[in-house]
């Protein structure tokens, strides 16, 4: 039962209708207040499989469009998307706690993927012809087919869009599955999709829990999975698909970063870069800093005391209300979330370390909890997890191979970054760090989605996205190809009759 019958809407949207769920009910709540905003009931699997076979049936017609057709109504979302801003940023806001000022930059990165993946498509995979003794070479890229799309809550509209756009313009169909935290604004994303002029069945939406995705993926007539989200759901779909080589599968999973500091002379700009890389979207970033490498001695003293100064001055709190100080931080995404990060903190306690800067939970029923920092130099068995939130751990290094050594004391490879005025020590780095993401002088989270994305270890399996989200969308086709059969200018050796 929720909160919230009266807000029951028809969420599913299926070969071009808005359908109500058959399964059970759900809804989202606004984090910042723990208010209603959205509800239906899930996608039943019969439901789940309706959408399957509405986006098979579509998939010829669309793939055989030209490219340029198909662009032409990636182009029309990308003007909606325009057009409708400030209401989608609102929105974002709404069903994340993420602060207005964010939520709009979410959005323009929307905007963008489109003349981005249009470019990659092209760059990467399209058409591309060589002219041979007898007839020519060709390399074409086909669509795989029906693939189903997985998206997490904290970048809801942004990183869903990213696997979607290049999977239209290759010619792919889709069902998508968005995080069930974020149900609404994925309706609002594929509201905006139906307006451009998408036909009937070429994208697809189902809403649920778990179970919904549960049956989607599992469904025999999916030919490819694209999925971003946490490595324990991308481990289990990994598990799902091992006997399946041919369906594609991209993971975009998570991270335990590391941020090393060392020879920097502007202690100013190594904390702002640190509040960047380890606080932003109150730590629920992919790419945000878990551990924090400081030098033994008063370099890193001078620092770790200016960074919790100004931990302490993050301002956190509701962008959607009126009067408020604009916030860097706004709300987790949900009580359980803020809840998880205590629980996260004490362990670590519990295990030796020691707090610097504590993370609170600022208000019960909502997400909004304050940044921590935790000294995790002497714990001896330190937890090789993803802690999804503002919580900082801060490590003590002698010298910079010992740094390199703890930040590659992980499984997962995502980002990672120098802070450092040494060049030499950044080409040590370079080539030693294990990650997808590598920095220098910048913060380690807004990647470019112009440049490949993706990381190695459980982060990923070696299908980045974003620039390079083109490769996994298409499989390339080799041909030779005359025009008419022909003899060639001279036979094989070896005698064989012709005539
Ligand atoms: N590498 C990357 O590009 C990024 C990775 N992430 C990671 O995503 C995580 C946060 O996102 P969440 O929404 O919590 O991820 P999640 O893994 O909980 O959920 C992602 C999607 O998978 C579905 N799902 C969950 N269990 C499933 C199962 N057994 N079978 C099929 N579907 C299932 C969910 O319903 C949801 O739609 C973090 O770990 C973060 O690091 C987030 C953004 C970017
Ligand atoms: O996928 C892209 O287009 C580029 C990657 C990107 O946008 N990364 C962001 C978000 C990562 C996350 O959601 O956790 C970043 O690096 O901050």
Redesign the pocket.
Known sequence: MTKSENLFINGQFINGQWLAGEGEAFESLNPATDEPIWAAQSASPAQVNSAVVAARAAFYPWADLTVEARLEIVKRFAELLGEYKDKIAYAIAMETGKPLWETKTEVGAMIGKVAISEKAYFERTGTKENPMPQGKAILRHRPHGVVAV??????LGH?PNGHIVPALIAGNTIVF?????TPMVAQIMVELWQKAGLPNGVLNLVQ???E???A??SHPQIDGLF????????H??HQ?YAAQPGKILAL????NNPLIVTEAENTEAVVHDIIQSAFISSG????CARKLLLPEGPEGDAILAKLIDATKAIVVGDSLVEGNETPFMGSMISVQAAEGMVEAQNQLVELGGEILVELTHLKEETGFVSPGIIECTNIANFPDV?H?GPLLKVFRFSDFDQAIEIANNTTYG?SAGLLSDNEHLYQRFLSRIRAGIVNWNRPITGASSAAP???VGQ??NHRA?AYYAADYCAYPVASVELDKVELPATLSPGRYDLI
Do not use: D
């Open positions: 997985y998206g997490p809550y904290n970048f990183l599955k968005p995080s069930e935290l649920g829990e778990v919904t995705g549960k989607l993926a999925f971003t989200g946490s490595s324990n759901t991308g289990v779909l799902q975009e999973m998570g991270g629920q970033r992919c790419t993803e999804f995502l994305f993706g990381g982060s990923g996205s």
